[in-house]
C-alpha cells in the first residue's frame, strides 16, 4: 500500500500513515499538534506529488480542526472552573443564606 515516494522517504510514509492509534477519540492536543507540525515542515520542503501533498493539506485541516475543538473545550472548562460567563465576567449564581444546613 505504500507509494514508491514513501519508500523513498520514510518521514513521508510516517506522515502520510498517521501513525495513530485508530481510536475514535482521536490524537491528544499535543500529538495533533506534533503531528500538524511535520506536516507543515513535509509541505514546505515541496518535494512530494500533488496528490501526496493533496492527501498530507487534508490531514493537517482535519488535525487543525481537531485541535481547535480541543482547545475550545479546553477554555470552557477552565471558565467553568474560574466561574467567568463568556464575555470574562464574573459569574453569580444566588446561594440560601438561612444556615438550614443538616449536619
Known sequence: MSSPDSKQNPAVASVV???????????????AIKRLSEIVQTLERGELPLEESLRLFEEGVRLSR????????????V????????????????FDTRGDRED
Not at 66 to 77: F, I, M, V, W, Y
Not at 79 to 94: A, F, K, V
Open 17 to 31: 500513515s498517521g501513525g495513530g492509534s485508530g481510536g475514535t477519540q482521536g490524537p491528544t492536543f499535543e500529538d
Open 66 to 77: 481537531t485541535s481547535q475543538d480541543k482547545l475550545e473545550g479546553a477554555q470552557k472548562r
Open 79 to 94: 471558565e467553568e472552573l474560574l466561574g467567568l460567563d463568556r464575555d470574562g465576567r464574573p459569574r453569580t449564581t444566588p
